[in-house]
């Protein structure tokens, strides 16, 4: 049986476990520093065995499901290690790091640089879910820098997950994710704080969390260890969109202060164009 | 069979109207100074006609739910004509300045000051859905300065409705409600704005949305219509609440570009006590 090895046993790396496993046959080991996950990895079936670094080089494909600010040090031992028919792909929210990292390896051509755009806001392998990636969309960059064949593996497995290829270059997804993705986390966590900062009042919060407030401020449940790292590795792209988040949210603030009336109606008309774009998603 | 008006047949009127029509048999009339609005509520069956301010004399129930702009004006006109049995109620989510406006008001003992906490980020009469109300918390404002009797009627149909009763004084209500709720409006708003003027590419946005942008800019489809009102009448709440969170992105951003790994963290790690209070919240 062909061998899947993942590293990182979290929500990303544990549900790629999940899935592979159960629609590719693939008998999967798992790497976890973190001897509790690989505990609960073991117990909830997400993987077959725990495994050592030196037992992974006929592995079919390696998974580097880890924190970005380690993301770089466990490819780079990884591809010291493999076999020239390993497929090796991270699943990491910031692509210009790694991508750097690796360039010059000898072995860079097994590499695929990924970002499959999907999660929850919990963390952990219990956390882990089957189907989480079916229809979404995964991004991968610098592929014309990866061996045909092992891309052409590549896009064998991310088929049986059921998900969607946009190819970009790094600069250009650490850009956009910014905005889309990382901004989206900043906002829901500083609006956690702020309510949780004023209100001591436990209950009223949950009272009140049906306005509105519970679904925006779901990704403030997620992982420090996850974000923290992110949101520095994408330093700029972040900082330059909270700029903008704040300039807005500035203006808007002034548009009260003077009873604009109008500006706000308008502003939040023209924001409503998103009902357009987002039709179909939840 | 008792006499129900809704005044406003939008997500709120239109949903209460089905649900109290189906759950207490009444028959319900609509007024809503949109004639598309009444064309639609009849269609959809929320209203069983239309009716006028001078026909509304012997109603069991007067529902006003209207924006909050408006909201005043129109519960005078409503308690002017209303007979000594009739219910009048508004769900707006302000309270001060309704709770003021009436407070002279001959027929100040017939009113209940309402807000029901819940919604979708839908409007008009098509947004209206059954069961909207189920366990949701409807907060009451200044119940001792309406009649016992009639407070007893409220009591009656929001328990119909299953809601659960909590009371409060308006201005403690305007001071939650801002942190909870509007500031978590005002937050989407900016997100969906930020996102749609750096992004030229709506496609982009459709396929990075599942990174949870699509759950954080869901209040951002909401109506200006209502919101716009919400946010002048609840002006120095809001703007006090906007404050903070404004200061708390301008400190998270400075922990970014300081490369503050350890603030970063601690920061979401407290955020995340947001688990435990909102436990069993979808």
Redesign the interface.
């Known amino acids: 049986m062909e061998k899947l090895v993942v590293i990182g046993l979290g929500l990303i790396g544990g549900s790629l476990a999940l899935d592979l496993k159960k629609r590719n046959g693939y008998t999967v080991f798992g790497i976890d520093e973190n001897a509790e996950h690989i505990k609960k990895a073991l117990e909830l079936g997400i993987i077959d065995s725990e495994i050592d670094f030196n037992q992974i080089a006929d592995a079919s494909v390696v998974i580097i499901a880890v924190p970005v600010n380690i993301i770089s040090q466990i490819t780079l031992k990884v591809l010291d290690v493999v076999s020239d028919d390993t497929l090796v792909f991270d699943v990491g929210?910031v692509k210009n790091e790694i991508c750097k990292a690796i360039q010059n390896h000898s072995k860079r051509k097994n590499f695929v640089a990924a970002h499959p755009?999907?999660?929850t806001?919990f963390s952990g392998p219990e956390a882990a879910i089957l189907n989480l990636f079916d229809e979404?969309?995964n991004i991968l960059c610098e592929t014309d820098k990866t061996d045909w064949k092992i891309l052409d593996k590549a896009f064998s497995l991310f088929k049986k997950l059921n998900m969607?290829i946009?190819m970009m270059s790094p600069e250009e997804h650490d850009r956009?994710?910014a905005?889309?993705?990382h901004?989206?986390?900043?906002?829901?966590?500083?609006?956690?704080?702020?309510?949780?900062?004023?209100?001591k009042n436990?209950q009223?919060?949950?009272?009140?969390?049906?306005?509105?407030?519970?679904?925006?401020?779901?990704?403030?449940?997620?992982?420090?260890?996850t974000?923290?790292?992110i949101?520095?590795q994408n330093?700029e792209n972040?900082?330059r969109?909270?700029?903008?988040?704040?300039k807005?949210?500035?203006e808007?603030?002034k548009m009260?202060?003077d009873?604009n009336?109008e500006g706000?109606?308008e502003?939040?008309?023209?924001?409503?164009?998103?009902?357009t774009?987002?039709k179909g998603?939840?």
Do not use: Q
Request: glycine share 4%.
């Open positions: 929210s755009l999907a999660g806001e979404k969309v969607r946009k956009h994710i905005y889309v993705s901004l989206s986390h900043v906002s829901s966590f500083m609006l956690g704080k702020t309510v949780l900062g004023i209100e436990e009223h919060i949950f009272d009140m969390a049906s306005t509105g407030f519970a679904s925006t401020v779901r990704l403030a449940k997620s992982s420090a260890n974000w923290a790292p949101f520095l330093k972040v900082i969109s909270l700029d903008e988040y704040i807005n949210l500035s808007f603030k009260i202060e009873n009336d706000l109606r502003t939040m008309n023209s924001t409503n164009y998103l009902k774009i987002l998603i939840k």
